[in-house]
C-alpha cells in the first residue's frame, strides 16, 4: 500500500524545472569587470550569453538575459566573441543542457572590443537582439568625472562678521587638501 501512494506522489508531482536566472552566473576572469554591455531583447526568448576570449580561446563569463526585461552586464576589457544560446523560457534546463534540444545557438562576428577609449571613458556596446534577421549593433560608455567636494575647501572669511572674532593677520592657516567624488554617467 505504501509504495503504491509513493508512486502516486511521484506521478503526479510536476517535474521540476530549473529555475531561470538573470544577469551574471560565473565569471572567469581575473580583471575588473568594468565594461558595459547592454543587451536588449524581445519577450518570449531568453539567452543564455557566453563572452570568449579571442586572444586566449578561454570562456570568460557567462550570463542569462531574460526575454524583454532590461539586461546590462560589466565585463573586463578585451576583444571577445560573444555566443549565444537562444530558446523558450520553458525549456530552460541550466548551463548545461541549455533549452535542450530546442536550443538556437547564435555568434556575433566580427568580436567585440571593450576597453578605456579617450579620457575617462570606459567603452563598451549595446546590442538590439530583439530581430534576430537585423541584429544591431552600437557603443555604449560609462563616462567618469572627478567633481570638487566644496566643503573640503571652504575657508573662513577674513572681514569681520557680527558674533566672530578676527583672525591675527599674522596666523597662516593651513591649506586644506580638496576631496573629490567620481561621478559616472551613461554617455552615449
Not at 579617450?118 to 560609462?142: F, P, T, V, W
Not at 573662513?156 to 576631496?179: H, L
Request: net charge neutral; charged share 25%.
Amino acid at each position: 500500500m505504501i509504495r503504491l501512494v509513493l508512486i502516486f506522489l511521484l506521478l503526479a508531482a510536476p517535474l521540476r524545472a530549473e529555475t531561470r536566472p538573470q544577469g551574471l552566473l560565473w565569471s572567469a576572469s581575473e580583471l575588473p569587470r568594468t565594461m558595459p554591455l547592454q543587451i536588449k531583447t524581445a519577450p518570449g526568448r531568453d539567452f543564455y550569453l557566453v563572452l570568449r576570449d579571442v586572444a586566449t580561446g578561454t570562456d570568460v563569463i557567462g550570463a542569462y538575459a531574460r526575454g524583454g526585461e532590461f539586461f546590462r552586464l560589466l565585463v573586463p576589457p578585451g576583444q571577445f566573441e560573444l555566443q549565444f544560446a537562444i530558446g523558450e523560457p520553458k525549456d530552460w534546463q541550466g548551463p548545461g543542457e541549455l533549452f535542450g534540444e530546442t536550443t538556437q545557438r547564435l555568434r556575433l562576428d566580427p568580436p567585440l572590443a571593450f576597453g578605456v577609449t579617450g579620457y575617462a571613458r570606459k567603452g563598451g556596446h549595446l546590442l538590439d537582439l530583439r530581430n534576430l534577421d537585423q541584429i544591431a549593433e552600437r557603443s555604449l560608455g560609462i563616462c567618469q568625472r572627478l567633481a570638487l567636494d566644496p566643503e573640503s575647501v571652504s575657508v573662513e572669511p577674513d572681514a569681520p562678521m557680527p558674533g566672530v572674532s578676527p583672525r591675527d593677520p599674522y596666523e597662516i592657516p593651513e591649506a586644506k587638501v580638496p576631496k573629490y567624488r567620481k561621478v559616472s554617467r551613461i554617455c552615449d
